[in-house]
Every structure is written in C-alpha cells, then in structure tokens.
C-alpha cells in the first residue's frame, strides 16, 4: 500500500491562485467538438476528425488531474488540499451534460471518468493495495451485473497505476465491439498510464509550468 500522505502541505505559496482544470476550458472544448464531423468519410481510412479532438479532449482532463496526484504523491499537497482541488475539477467533468448532439458523446466520457476520479480518492485515503491480474480477474467476473462493485474494483487498479504499476494494455485484446463498463474503465486506467508517461519530468511549481 502506498505511503498514506499527511494532510499538511508542504510548500503552498502559489497554489491558490493555480486552477488545473477551469469551467472555461471545458466549455471552450464543448464548443470545439460541436464544430467537429463524428461520422468522417465512409470511403477513407482516416478516423473523423470528431474522434480525434475527442482523443485529445480526454487526455487534456487525464493529464490536469493525475497533475494533482503527482503533487500529492511528491508531498508538497496534503489530503485536504489535494481532494479539494481533486473536487474542484470533478464539479467541472462530472456537471449535467449539454443538450444537443453532443449528450450521448458527453455521458460516455462520464461514465469512462467515474474511474480516475474514485481511482484518484483511493490513493488520497491510501486505500489501493493487490494484485492487477488477480483485480481483472474480479472485475470481469463481476462486469455489469454489478457496476458498483466493478468500478469499485477498476478504482483500485487506476489507483495502483497512479502509484506506478502497469496496466492495462495486454488485458484488452478482445473483441472491442462489445465493451461491457470494466471494459471502458480499464481503457480509461490504460489511458491514465500513458497520461502518466507524459508527465515523468513533471515538476510543477505552482503555475510556473503547466
């Protein structure tokens, strides 16, 4: 189990005045993506253009969230701090989806997000311990017959792969067609990874980098 970190901050001079994730970036996005084509041309291989800023839109929030937990983890942010922060952006990612074209497609990543979030407050309370195969093991036996306990499950592997294990790549060879939600929530988890991966030099220092 990962180090249970101390609720005091270590340096915070700056940080209020930071925000990872804001109202306006969300919406600017939101904007963006009802401009953009999901259904792409039949005959082409490229994928929509849609899909691709859906791609990046994703891998924005993963990014200034897991930001959060690398400060956390490096102990210059408390518990307290962290959660709030962690809180703050959740209202943002989690709020009611727009109506319009874009419900569906908004819903969908909720749903994929439930995982970083719950991953994110399991490493906060230290509450991430076992074994990654073993966890898919469960998680598969359990999928949408109970979403509860399977995202439960997904939770502790995201928080696992926070505090630096592998996963999920090798677990997802199957038929893609059929996701069941352990499904996507590992998709997310292996996408929190490779967020991850981005920020290996990542040493923030309160808004003097981004």
Request: aromatic content about 8%.
């Amino acid at each position: 189990m990962a180090r249970k970190k101390s609720g005091k901050d270590k340096s915070e001079p700056q940080s209020t005045l930071y925000y990872f994730y804001t109202q306006e970036r969300w919406d600017n996005w939101l904007k963006t993506l009802e401009e953009m084509d999901f259904e792409g041309d039949p005959e082409s291989e490229e994928m929509p253009e849609g899909l691709q800023s859906l791609g990046n839109f994703t891998q924005d929030i993963n990014v200034s969230v897991l930001k959060i937990m690398k400060l956390f983890l490096k102990g210059n942010y408390g518990a307290e701090t962290a959660l709030g922060k962690l809180n703050e952006v959740e209202e943002i990612v989690m709020a009611n989806a727009p109506e319009g074209e874009l419900t569906d497609i908004i819903e969908g990543i909720q749903l994929r997000f439930l995982v970083l979030f719950l991953a994110c407050k399991k490493v906060i309370s230290g509450d991430a311990e076992g074994d990654i195969k073993t966890l898919v093991k469960e998680g598969r036996a359990v999928s949408d017959d109970d979403s509860a306990k399977a995202l439960e499950i997904a939770a502790t592997i995201g928080a696992l792969v926070i505090n630096g294990k592998s996963c999920c790549g090798k677990y997802l060879r199957g038929d893609m067609d059929e996701l069941d939600f352990f499904d996507d929530w590992l998709i997310e988890i292996d996408e929190m990874g490779a967020s991850l991966k981005t920020l290996k030099n990542f040493d923030e220092q309160f808004g003097d980098s981004v």
